[in-house]
């Protein structure tokens, strides 16, 4: 009975530890970008971003922001379209989600 609670102990600790994922939405001027950061680092962001392109059928690129990490740009406001795919392709689950999605600029 012991270990189930060490495992337990363990597996909250570790939910707790992820990074937040925040996806922003910035307009600048005629121009609106959809901004993907905080997504976990043994994922491959190349292949996300041409996914997403595919998906949502608008420019999609993978950048540094200033401070090095990677973040993907989507054109358009895709804010909704981003949380229910990540869900629907299972890079996160629906718990997780609701606990590390971050939206901005709305």
Known sequence: MDNDFFEAATVGQFELSKKKIHISFRKTGP??????????????????????????????????????????????????EVRKWLVKVEILTQREAEERIHVHGL
Not at 37 to 44: I, K, Q, S
């Open 31 to 80: 121009r609106s970008l959809t901004i993907i950061e905080g997504l976990d680092e043994d994922l491959d962001l190349e292949l996300i971003s041409k996914a997403m392109k595919k998906e949502f059928s608008c420019a999609c690129t993978v950048q540094k922001n200033k401070e090095g990490n990677e973040i993907i740009q989507i054109q358009g406001n895709k804010v909704d």
